[in-house]
């Protein structure tokens, strides 16, 4: 899970393949570096450096919210990866419901169901896992779903890349998630929330300073 009171920026490869959020001072170290190809987002964020002995002005570096970086392209890759199963993104997943009595819950009241139980040598996987709240799961126990009467209200799915990270990033901004969005390919996950911050107020750009000094 990122934490971070500003924004994540989407990084691509140069072919457009979204590949990872990458903080705003690694994005920053990418344009000074000269490795950033091209940009696609709606929202440049600028950002204050130190000052230049040489010119005695302060330096500002402008950052957009996608940016595809050289590099080997890296989708073959990523697609024969399955995503990391834990619980953060397997929640949000299953839109924060319960995937037997279908009511939401705050990710602390819910639990990790697994559909064939471990018991029964149920896999620990995407597909063999739901949100499921505490008294579903206690019903269900060591049953399968057959056995203990219950009705899975969604089949499970593994997130694809994009889907993956989506639902990794809970500040996301609206032009990141429409294109995350295109290369969606389960309609439930379309109305996940995005974020809505100015970023210019959240950034501290004294650490700015510190972080990369004059450019
Ligand atoms: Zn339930």
């Not at 929202?43 to 080997?72: D, M, P, Q, Y």
């Not at 995350?180 to 750009?205: G, P």
Request: aromatic content about 8%; some cysteine; glycine content about 8%.
């Amino acid at each position: 899970m990122l934490r971070t009171k500003s924004p994540y920026i989407l990084r691509l490869d140069v072919s457009g393949f979204p590949v990872a959020w990458t903080s705003w001072e690694e994005a920053i170290c990418l344009y000074v570096k000269g490795q950033v190809a091209w940009e696609a987002g709606e929202h440049a964020f600028s950002f204050r450096g130190g000052t230049s002995r040489l010119t005695g002005k302060r330096s500002s570096i402008t950052v957009n919210s996608i940016v595809a970086v050289h590099g080997n392209s890296m989708s073959k890759r990523i697609y024969r990866q399955t995503p990391h199963l834990n619980n953060r993104e397997l929640f949000r997943r299953d839109n924060g419901m319960c995937m037997y009595c279908g009511q939401s819950f705050p990710d602390g009241a819910l639990t990790r169901d697994h559909i064939i139980p471990r018991s029964k040598g149920g896999k620990d996987i995407w597909t063999n896992v739901v949100a499921a709240c505490r008294r579903c799961n206690g019903l269900k126990g060591g049953q399968t779903t057959d056995q203990a009467r219950l009705q899975l209200l969604a089949i499970p799915f593994v997130p694809n890349p994009a889907e993956y990270l989506a639902l990794k990033n809970r500040r996301i901004l609206m032009d990141q998630m429409e294109f995350l969005k295109k290369q969606f390919r389960h309609d439930r996950l379309l109305n996940m929330k995005v974020s809505h911050f100015s970023v210019e107020n959240e950034i501290d750009t004294n650490r700015l300073n510190r972080f990369i000094g004059p450019l």
